[in-house]
């Protein structure tokens, strides 16, 4: 069974930084682009960024963009994303994916496989 498994959220105070992680199981997605969406209540979801199959690519959301870091561990099978200089905007669920393209993807329509996501609060 191929999973997703998101971690790392929780509650932060504007201007804090949390570190998201993404480990897949099941299958290995070193040949897939990976990206990290968002939900807030009430919005519809969100693309944050997105990383190429290599690592050498990536894409930002502009509301993140300067703050906010995609990596990826191969061999892991891990996907990162470093937040900082939080604000109570970027409070939402926030969910790991994974692309059936190596390249770069920004519509959630590229995205096959999706975790359970994992809860962002920022307190202000």
């Known amino acids: 069974q191929v999973q997703l498994v998101e971690s790392g959220g929780g509650l932060v105070q504007a201007g804090g930084s949390l570190r998201l992680s993404c480990a897949a199981s099941?299958?290995?997605?070193?040949?897939?682009?990976m990206g990290w969406f968002r939900q807030a209540p009430g919005k519809e979801r969100e693309i944050v960024a997105t990383i190429n199959w290599s690592g050498g690519t990536t894409y930002y959301a502009d509301s993140v963009k300067g703050r906010f870091t995609i990596s990826r561990d191969n061999a892991e099978d891990t996907v990162y994303l470093q937040m900082n200089s939080l604000k109570p905007e970027d409070t939402a669920v926030y969910y790991c994916a994974a692309a059936r393209f190596r390249n770069i993807m920004t519509h959630l329509g590229h995205y096959d496989y999706w975790g359970r996501g994992t809860q962002v609060t920022v307190s202000s």
């Open positions: 099941g299958r290995t997605f070193g040949a897939n682009a």
